[in-house]
Nanobody, 117 residues
Framework: VQLQASGGGSVQAGGSLKLSCKAS???????????MGWYRQAPGKQRELVAD???????NYQDSVKGRFTISKNNGKRTVYLEMNSLEPDDTAVYYC?????????WGQGTQVTVSS
């Protein structure tokens, strides 16, 4: 299984980006039954959870992104998304997707998001 993240880029404050993370090689039942998460790591800071989505469909967000970011998934495409609106300079970081299948924990390679003021 490999996770391929994409969609990062450079935007001005107030702009939007949509990140995608495709799980290649993961069977459908495993994907459906997994917890999905997006993390980020800014320079000089620890990696932090931004949003996650349980297998039951419950989502959880870091307080700083509530109301601006939305996590979702498309089971058929084995893809998890992070839609980011009203971006702020403090959102600048490398964003990583994560899929927990229970016994296994998969990470994407990271995609850079840069927000300028």
């Amino acid at each position: 299984v490999q996770l391929q993240a994409s969609g990062g880029g450079s935007v001005q404050a107030g702009g939007s980006l949509k990140l995608s993370c495709k799980a290649s090689g993961m069977i459908l039942s495993t994907f459906i039954g997994s917890r999905m998460g997006w993390y980020r790591q800014a320079p000089g800071k620890q990696r932090e959870l931004v949003a996650d989505l349980t297998s039951g469909g419950a989502s959880n967000y870091q307080d700083s992104v509530k109301g601006r970011f939305t996590i979702s998934k498309n089971n058929g495409k084995r893809t998890v998304y992070l839609e980011m609106n009203s971006l702020e300079p403090d959102d600048t970081a490398v964003y990583y997707c994560n899929i927990e299948t229970g016994p296994r924990d998969y990470w994407g390679q990271g995609t850079q998001v840069t927000v300028s003021s």
